[in-house]
């Protein structure tokens, strides 16, 4: 299993960004898929999640800003973040499972500063 994320960058507070992140070596359409962040000195949390069915969850602090999505015939999850804040600044991951196993890309650096 492979994670490849990309999209991360520098942005102004107010800004948007996407990040994604493509998979291999699953059956994509068949898998959870969920965005992770680590801030400095931080633990790393659930962003956003969606599942096979197309559920969706997000934490409280990025509900109405942020969206998550996912296109099955490209194999890619996308994160896309508006009206950013520096608070939002960290390490992007994304994360998926198999086989009771936890699988991560690489992660994606955001940083909101002006």
């Known amino acids: 299993v492979q994670l490849q994320a990309s999209g991360g960058g520098l942005v102004q507070p107010g800004g948007s960004l996407r990040v994604s992140c493509v998979a291999s070596?699953?059956?994509?359409?068949?898998?959870?898929m969920a965005w992770y962040r680590q801030a400095p000195g931080r633990q790393r949390d659930m962003v956003a999640a969606?599942?096979?069915?197309?559920?969706?969850d997000y934490v409280d602090s990025v509900k109405g800003r942020f969206t998550i999505s996912r296109d099955n015939a490209k194999n890619t999850v996308n994160l896309q973040m508006n009206s950013l804040k520096s608070e939002d600044t960290a390490v992007y991951y994304c994360?998926?499972?198999?086989?009771?196993?936890?699988?991560w890309g690489q992660g994606t650096l955001v940083t909101v500063s002006s």
């Open positions: 969606i599942a096979r069915d197309g559920n969706i």
């Open positions: 070596g699953i059956n994509f359409r068949l898998h959870d």
């Open positions: 994360r998926t499972t198999r086989s009771g196993n936890v699988y």
